[in-house]
């Protein structure tokens, strides 16, 4: 499929270690964290590609701690194209 840049903020009081991003159930895979590490909060992004129609997408954010919350969504990709006829 065609790449999606997702991108967030996660935070914690003492800082966010890592963020994992897991697309329709595939390994997850680590994203790229933004300039900002020190908390509350911390950006972050990865390029994912989704299938066209139903995807889910599972992301992890690890504190320093080795604590971890994780978010669910679910979402519809549908693939938009130009189409220019001529005669």
């Known amino acids: 499929g065609l790449p999606l840049l997702v991108t967030g903020k996660a935070e914690d009081a003492r800082g966010i270690a890592r963020v994992e991003i897991?697309?329709?159930?595939a390994d997850p895979l680590l994203a790229e964290l933004g300039d900002n590490l020190r908390p509350p909060a911390v950006p972050f992004s990865l390029e994912v590609s989704p299938v066209e129609g139903a995807?889910?997408?599972e992301v992890t954010a690890w504190d320093l701690r080795?604590?971890?919350?994780t978010v669910?969504?679910?979402f519809i990709f549908l693939r938009r194209a130009w189409l220019t006829l001529t005669r």
């Open 22 to 25: 897991r697309l329709n159930g």
């Open 66 to 69: 080795g604590n971890s919350t």
């Open 72 to 74: 669910e969504r679910d």
């Open 55 to 57: 995807n889910t997408l």
